[in-house]
């Protein structure tokens, strides 16, 4: 069967791509290695009722209402709003840093409009370099080098093996700061989790007479069996010119699941270790949904140097090999046969929202010029 159009990968990029480019009467065939379609944010129903997120802890949550109806036309939504605690100093310390996270730490009571005031001083007595050249630049400055070294210092080294002054300040763009008491980890206007799962919500998106989907399957061992009019590519970005600038970095994790005979084994969510400990941070998975079990189960997060390639390293380093590739990937969009999208595609860090709103906007884009 000819097909106009060949989607690699039947993750949230890749599988957007393929719905509205179906919606257009296009033939389209979705290519995957995984044997599952979803990426990364794939889960599944465990033994305990309990739904399990394959890859790690995935919250949706964004400010695009495009996006939000979008992904709310495939399946309802449970209306979770994410909150995340830190271990440190032996405590169970609310994160992000907001006016109670103060209270803990310092062993102050202030007033909301005195946070500002009091961060303000902690950074003044603080060393950093303006402009920010680093992860530690940019966080010091927003709230000094005690907060740093409790939350942030000891947790990067962990998640990335280097020193926070070896990563690029992009790293720390996604830290927020609250003055008040909100202890919500995103201030998004719709957040949430898809009410029947992930994995559901994606075979939704897939489920059209235009799109065909081969799981299990290498694109490089079948590429030449097509001639599409148009390849969406949402896999390694190296890989796709077989590493002629060098392998790019990523991170990758082990997750350790573990069933505890009890019914809640933490009080939120997440729980981040920054200090103590092996693993970054615990999920306890059945606060998502509010599912209800008498038993809980639970996930234990370990970094990786090599594995299943989850995170982009912000390295000066990686970056520059990333330019070489990205001036390769402009020459092959400006044909029209190919779109790049996504994290790994274009090596680049995005929510979950971002990757959707990426997806429509190159696909908007190639309409309007061909």
Known sequence: MKYDVVVVG????GSTAARILA??????????????????????????????????????HTNNKRVWDFV??????????????????????????NRDTLAEVFGIQLATYEVEDFLE???????????SRNFRDVVVSQVGERLYELFFKNYTMKQWERDPEELAPEV????????????????DRYQGIPKYGYTKLVESILDHPNISILLGTDYFE?????????????????????????ELEYRSLKLELKTIDKEYYQPVAVVNYPNDYDWTRITEYKYFLNEKSDKTTVCFEYPLAKGEPYYIVMTQENMEKRDKYMKE???????GEYLFVG????YKYYNMDQVIEASMRKLQNYSDNI
């Open 329 to 335: 990937v402009e020459k092959l969009e400006k044909s």
């Open 343 to 346: 994290r790994l595609a274009e």
């Open 23 to 60: 919606e257009r009467a296009k033939k389209v065939v979705v290519v995957e290695k995984h044997r599952h379609s979803a990426g990364h944010c794939h889960d599944y129903r465990d033994e305990n009722g309990i739904t399990v997120h394959t890859y790690g802890p995935h919250i949706f």
């Open 222 to 246: 079948i590429k030449d069996l097509f001639k599409p009019d148009l390849t969406v590519y949402t896999g390694q970005l190296d890989r796709f010119f077989d590493y002629k600038y060098g």
């Open 72 to 97: 709310n036309k495939f399946s309802e939504f449970h209306y979770y709003q994410h909150r995340v605690l830190s271990y440190a100093g032996g405590k169970l310390i609310p994160f992000p840093i």
């Open 121 to 131: 001083k902690e950074v003044n007595k603080s060393k950093f370099n303006t402009p």
């Open 172 to 187: 720390a763009s996604r830290i927020p700061v609250r003055t008040n008491r909100d202890d919500r980890y995103f201030a």
């Open 10 to 13: 039947a993750g949230l990029a």
